[in-house]
C-alpha cells in the first residue's frame, strides 16, 4: 500500500552473510512464531518477500515505493546487503515472487498497486537473481499489461512455471479476480490479463463489512500476497484477516484448485500484512509487516487448521 517517498541510497550486497546465511535456518519455533525483526531500517513498508532460489535461508524483501531496490535478509531478518535495479521504476510495487525457469533463478518485482484505480497500465519486471557481490543488476525483461475491463488494483502475485504464466489476484474486488498473463510474452507491447474467474473461497466480507470498511479501516478480507511452492503443489494467500493455504493436484489449473475451501493457516487480524513467502521445502510460510523494524513470523504448515 503506496504512503511515502524515500532517500535514494547506493546498493550493496554481503559476500560473509550470504555464506552465514546459506548454511541453515532456525528450527521450527512452533505456530506464528516471531523468529527476527527486519533489520534494515530502509524497509519501511515491506510489501513483498520472496525466498531465494540461489540460497537457501536467504529472502528478498520489497518496499511498496521508492528506489528500485531489493533487498537481501536471512530468516531471521538480519540484514544482508541490497541490490538496485538499473532503469526500474518503483511507482507501487506490491509483490515479488521468485522462480526457477529453464534453470535460471529469476526474481519477479510486481509494480501492480493501483490504490487511486487510474493506472492505464502497471508493469512486472523479471530479474535474474542476483549473486553474493552483485550491487546493481539489469532487469532481464519487462511485462507491461492492463485488464480487459480497466484498472485493478492488486497486490497479490505468483509466478506458475508449469504453465510459464503470471497469476495476479486482485485487492479490492469482491471477490478477488484471478487473472493470468504469459511470463515470456512474444511482444514487447502492452499485454491483456486474462481474467480466469473470482476466487470466492477466501473469506467474503458481510454487507455490514463493507459498509463500515473504510469508516474503521478494516478490511480483513483483501488479498495482500501470494506465493506457489517451487513444486507447484500448494499455494499461500495472505489477507489482512488471515493466511490460507491451497493444495492442487498434478494437472489441476489453479482457478480449480482456488474454488474449493483453502485451509486455514492462521486468523490473525493485522492490517499491515502484506508479504508472504513459503520457504524452500514449502513446509512453511515466512510473513513480515509494512513497518520499519518489522517482525518476521514463521508458521508451519501441518496440515492442520489453526485459529
Same mark, same amino acid.
Given at each position: ?50 525466498? @531465494?532460489? $540461489? ?9 511498496? #515505493? *521508492?528506489?528500485?531496490? &531489493?533487498? /537481501?535478509? +536471512? ?13 526500474? @521504476?518503483? $511507482? ?9 525457469? #529453464? *534453470?535460471?533463478?529469476? &526474481?519477479? /518485482?510486481? +509494480?501492480?498497486?493501483?490504490n487511486d484505480g487510474d493506472r492505464k497500465d502497471v508493469r512486472i519486471y523479471v530479474i535474474e537473481e542476483p549473486e553474493a557481490g552483485d550491487k546493481k543488476v539489469d532487469y ?28 495476479v489476484l486482485t485487492k479490492r474486488d469482491v471477490p478477488a479476480l484471478l487473472y493470468s498473463l504469459p511470463l515470456e510474452p512474444e511482444s514487447k507491447k502492452r499485454q491483456y ?18 459498509e463500515f470498511a473504510r469508516k474503521i479501516n478494516e478490511l480483513h478480507w483483501q488479498p495482500t500476497s501470494m506465493d506457489l511452492s517451487n513444486d507447484g503443489t500448494k499455494a ?72
Amino acid at each position: 500500500m503506496r504512503r511515502a517517498r524515500y532517500r535514494w541510497y547506493r546498493a550493496s550486497f554481503l559476500f560473509p552473510l550470504i555464506a552465514i546465511a546459506a548454511c541453515g535456518a532456525p528450527s521450527d519455533p512452533g505456530p506464528s512464531t516471531i523468529v527476527g525483526y527486519l533489520q534494515n531500517h530502509n524497509i519501511s513498508e515491506a510489501s513483498g518477500i520472496a525466498r @531465494s532460489q $540461489r540460497y537457501p535461508g536467504v529472502f528478498w524483501v520489497v518496499n511498496d #515505493d *521508492g528506489p528500485s531496490v &531489493l533487498y /537481501a535478509i +536471512d530468516a531471521t531478518g538480519k540484514d544482508l546487503g541490497r541490490v538496485n535495479v538499473k532503469d526500474a @521504476s518503483n $511507482r507501487d510495487w506490491e509483490d515479488i515472487a521468485s522462480f526457477t525457469l #529453464d *534453470g535460471v533463478p529469476y &526474481l519477479l /518485482a510486481a +509494480d501492480i498497486g493501483d490504490n487511486d484505480g487510474d493506472r492505464k497500465d502497471v508493469r512486472i519486471y523479471v530479474i535474474e537473481e542476483p549473486e553474493a557481490g552483485d550491487k546493481k543488476v539489469d532487469y532481464a525483461w519487462r511485462i507491461e499489461f492492463t485488464y480487459p475491463e480497466g484498472p485493478r488494483d492488486a497486490e497479490a502475485i505468483a509466478v506458475d512455471t508449469e504453465n510459464r504464466r503470471v497469476l495476479v489476484l486482485t485487492k479490492r474486488d469482491v471477490p478477488a479476480l484471478l487473472y493470468s498473463l504469459p511470463l515470456e510474452p512474444e511482444s514487447k507491447k502492452r499485454q491483456y490479463a486474462v481474467r480466469l474467474g473470482v476466487v470466492d473461497s477466501l473469506p467474503q466480507p458481510s454487507r455490514q463489512d463493507l459498509e463500515f470498511a473504510r469508516k474503521i479501516n478494516e478490511l480483513h478480507w483483501q488479498p495482500t500476497s501470494m506465493d506457489l511452492s517451487n513444486d507447484g503443489t500448494k499455494a499461500v494467500v495472505l489477507t489482512y484477516g488471515g493466511v490460507y493455504l491451497y493444495r492442487r493436484t498434478p494437472g489441476e489449473d489453479w482457478l480449480d484448485a482456488m474454488h474449493r475451501p483453502p485451509a486455514v493457516i492462521s486468523k490473525t487480524r493485522n492490517r499491515q500484512a502484506e508479504a508472504a513467502a513459503f520457504n524452500p521445502d514449502a513446509d512453511a510460510v515466512y510473513i513480515t509487516l509494512e513497518q520499519r523494524n518489522a517482525p518476521v513470523f514463521r508458521l508451519p504448515i501441518d496440515g492442520e487448521t489453526r485459529q
